[in-house]
């Protein structure tokens, strides 16, 4: 049964108020949180889901035990280890596998809310879900509860060596108990166990439709998935079993065995290893995994190539930003333009790029900047190029896939606002016009890096975005009803009219964006199918 106690705090505040800070008794075990600051919610943080096992650092990560006694959830979540985004300096631990939980206070046993669960992007390599990178409070105040999640990225969660110990995709796996662990327990939390939305962003948005994939139990009722595809180009792993024996050679322990350098790795300091791998520019991605008898897989085929049943009758809501690749182009010297080989490098992220294909270059080449020689006055050409090959058509060929398998309603926006709290854009110092990736965060989310109040303009935004998402959470539709607020009723696609929702400074309906330039790809890799990598003509 739903039980939660009340410890009384003497605060030494002016009014000499009393604070009551939440004791949730849930099948974990007790656990203390706080009261929020900022709004009407309190706060569990740092709740460990599971743990990393000392002597496999790298294979999977095994579920927490019952807490034996109460547990002080008033510390925020510790970081997996990686290079951090915001100082680039080496940070991190292996017993990060926790998560925060932000729980307005009217949800209880007699009103039970509905549950976001947030995963964070990073391109699988950063990325933790501190409450000062992802401050709750936007969001709370619609009465639902939010949940943020850490796991593993980096080698630590995506070294794919197939075998039995380390198959690959370990930091998918710490989400899935991630997920486990809050079926179990949000309802002592006051949340509804059968209104959990799982939203992400980029590599986050790629982990939610990797779950929809995977063999594993459905774990949640909807999804949010932002610029984020298992379609994403480049996302999947090539070849990983030499990734042990380059990073242990750097750190200068040379072998030919992977086991070794495993063993090797699995003994030495967690920075020392991020350092190595950092220095060798590795990248970390999910892979395709070979089978072993008793152990789980997430992903067992190229995702073009199977179904995705557990879409069947959930509700999804899928988009993407109107200029994602902006802030690469709008930043790059004028001089570095005559060095590019924009396409070729792009193309083969994709496609088996061999002297046949050379002339498929040819083509995209010729549609995006005609005979022209790559200039910077050519850097709008190349950032729709880039937007479009790496984002915009990867996420209309999962709306495919949603439609395909029966996806109950597929509602399909693009974020288009330029304003004040553009989250990347503002941190580089970006003003060209459109949203880069990741920008609407900003707008989800109350960001630390932002330090005065939001503009009327912004603040309207915040209100709109975040209306829309909650709305979707809560009845599976994103405008039940139009208001003041959300004055256009957004509807779900079809396989006749992909009609989408265009979040600028006003709101609008329109179907197919970029509509020439999505037909063109359509195209293009309709005639190249068998070029791309993964492909398995069934």
């Known amino acids: 049964m739903w039980v939660v106690y009340f410890v009384l705090l003497t605060l030494g505040s002016v009014h000499g108020l009393v604070r009551l800070d939440p004791l949730v008794n849930a099948p974990a075990g007790l656990i203390r949180g706080l009261r929020a600051d900022d ?9 460990p889901y599971a743990q990393v096992e000392e002597d496999n650092p790298f294979g999977a990560s095994i579920p927490q035990a019952k807490f ?15 290079v951090e985004e915001y100082e680039n300096t080496i940070v991190g631990s292996l017993d990060c596998l926790e998560l925060n939980i932000y729980a307005p ?47 593993r990225v ?25 997920l486990r662990w809050i079926r179990e327990n949000i309802a002592s939390f006051g949340g509804d166990v059968n209104k959990i939305t799982v939203m992400g962003e980029s590599a986050g948005g790629a982990s939610v439709e990797y779950h929809l994939l995977s063999q594993h139990e459905k774990l949640f009722n909807q999804a949010i998935t932002q610029s984020g ?80 049943p557990k879409a069947r009758n959930t509700p999804v809501l899928v988009g993407f930003n109107n200029r994602e690749q902006l802030v690469g182009y709008a930043m790059m010297p004028a001089e570095q333009f005559k060095h590019l080989n924009v396409f070729e490098d792009t193309l083969q992220k994709k496609f088996i790029y061999d002297e046949e294909f050379k002339e498929m270059e040819q083509i995209v080449r010729r549609f995006y900047i005609g005979d022209e020689e790559l200039s910077d006055a050519l850097r709008s050409n190349l950032t729709d190029f880039q937007s479009d090959f790496d984002f915009a058509f990867p996420i209309q060929l999962s709306l ?24 990347v854009k503002k941190r580089v110092n970006v003003t060209a016009p459109g949203a880069a990736h ?8 109350d960001l630390t890096t932002e330090t005065e109040p939001p503009t009327a303009a912004d603040q309207l935004v915040i209100d709109r975005i975040t209306a829309l998402w909650t709305n979707f ?66």
């Open 39 to 47: 709004g009407e919610y309190s706060m569990f943080l740092g709740i």
């Open 68 to 82: 034996d006694g109460v547990f002080d959830a008033s510390q925020d979540s510790k970081v997996c280890p990686q």
């Open 105 to 151: 206070n009217t949800a209880s046993s007699r009103n039970r809310l509905p549950v976001l669960v947030w995963i964070h992007g990073g391109g699988f390599t950063i990325g933790y879900t501190s409450r000062f990178i992802y401050g709750p409070k936007y969001l709370v105040r619609h009465d639902v509860i939010l949940v943020a999640l850490n796991y």
């Open 154 to 178: 980096g080698p630590y969660g995506f070294f794919c060596l197939d075998t039995p110990e380390i198959p690959g995709n370990q930091g998918l796996k710490d989400q899935v108990l991630a």
């Open 229 to 308: 595809s298992t379609f994403l180009p480049g996302l999947l792993e090539e070849d990983g079993r030499s990734k042990p024996l380059r990073i242990a050679a750097h750190l200068g322990f040379e072998t030919e065995d992977v086991t070794e350098a495993v063993a090797f790795l699995a003994k030495t300091d967690v920075k020392l290893v991020i350092a190595a791998t950092t220095e060798l520019g590795i990248r970390s991605r999910p892979c395709v995994e070979k089978e072993f008898e008793n152990v789980d897989s997430i992903l067992t085929d190229h995702p073009m190539n199977i179904d995705m």
């Open 400 to 423: 495919k896939k949603y439609l395909e398998n029966g996806a109950k309603d597929v509602f399909y926006y693009m974020f288009s606002y330029s304003g004040d709290r553009n989250f």
């Open 438 to 445: 990741a920008d609407e965060l900003g707008y989800l989310y």
């Open 473 to 538: 959470v809560k009845y599976g539709d994103p405008t039940p009803e139009t208001s003041e607020l959300l004055p256009v009723k957004w509807t779900s696609i079809s396989e006749e009219t992909y009609t989408y929702l265009n979040i600028d400074q006003d709101l609008s309906v329109g179907t197919r964006p970029y509509h020439e330039r999505m037909a063109f790809w359509e195209l293009f890799f309709e005639v190249n199918q068998h070029k791309l990598k993964g492909y398995r003509e069934n």
